[in-house]
């Protein structure tokens, strides 16, 4: 087993164990996490995800003596595995926190990229090392990245394959914060839990707002926000929000 998928009330933990290679990814590896990220999504009592990896590593990229064989149909098979794991966890409807407690290379830079928000260990490395092996960023790395940090930042990334430590990845953007290693996971698992004391279809919502607005022309997407507005209006969830603070008293959500 290379996932490991815990939850605590409301918050899952997810922890990529593979230590011994540095959490390398292979082909079962993303099989695991993409039953792992089903098993969260559809899980109505967890309301926050948050990954993170075991040991050093967050995730040293994809396993490169897994790759060195690959046959065309295997490279194909790989690139879709990798590309609709990834995707899944970008399209998830719950919140996800990427905990990078070290390196994040290629594939695992690719990941954390995937997830909603991205806070670093101070000994987190990132990179995207693929030119190094002959070969581009497949999951995701050209797009996210140049999205994130822009294209002149990404592009020297993607060129140099040059390893960034975690103040340079704050410094880029590619990071919401660094904290000291060992505040890391309860940092992130704290952030968690506030998300999912919050409106659970107000977060749901702004989520579905950024990812599907961000590609439209600010008119679109603000019709867009104006549409998903009115579906929280649709529901209790307002009236609970707005009567919990005039009575000063804890929220009581009731959608899942
Ligand atoms: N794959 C396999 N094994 C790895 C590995 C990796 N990516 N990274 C580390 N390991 C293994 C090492 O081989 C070593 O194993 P043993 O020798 O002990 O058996 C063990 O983990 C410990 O690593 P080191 O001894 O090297 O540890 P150090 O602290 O000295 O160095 C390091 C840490 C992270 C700087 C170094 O291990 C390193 O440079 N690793 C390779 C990083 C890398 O190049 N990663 C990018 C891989 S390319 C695609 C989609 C995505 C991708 C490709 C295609 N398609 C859609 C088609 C993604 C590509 C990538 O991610």
Request: proline share 4%; hydrophobic share 40%.
């Amino acid at each position: 087993m290379y996932i490991e998928l815990q939850r605590d009330e409301r918050v899952a933990l997810l922890t990529i164990d593979r230590p011994e290679a540095l959490n390398a990814m292979n082909v079962e590896m993303l099989n695991e996490l993409s039953v792992a990220i089903e098993q969260t999504e559809d899980d109505d009592e967890v309301r926050a995800l948050v990954i993170t990896g075991r040991g050093k590593a967050f995730i040293a990229g994809a396993d490169i003596a897994h790759m060195q064989g690959f046959s065309p149909q295997q490279a194909k098979e790989w690139s879709e595995l990798g590309q609709s794991t990834v995707g899944k966890i970008e399209s998830m409807k719950k919140p996800v926190i990427a905990a990078v407690n070290g390196y994040a290379l290629g594939g695992g830079t690719e990941l954390a990229m995937a997830c909603d928000i991205r806070v670093a260990s101070d000994r987190a490395v990132f990179g995207q090392p693929e030119v190094k092996l002959g070969m581009i960023a497949g999951f995701g790395g050209t797009q996210r990245l140049t999205r994130l940090v822009g294209p002149g930042m990404a592009k020297e990334m993607l060129f140099t394959g040059d390893h960034y430590d975690a103040e340079a990845a704050l410094r880029m953007g590619l990071v919401n914060k660094v904290v000291p290693a060992d505040e890391l996971l309860p940092y992130c698992l704290d952030m968690a839990k506030r998300i999912a004391s919050r409106g659970t279809l107000a977060v749901r919502l702004s989520k579905e707002a950024v990812n599907h607005g961000r590609d439209m022309d600010l008119e679109k997407a603000l019709h867009l926000e104006a549409t998903l507005y009115a579906v929280v209006f649709s529901t209790d969830e307002p009236c609970e929000g707005c009567g919990a603070f005039l009575e000063k008293r804890e929220p009581k959500w009731t959608s899942s």
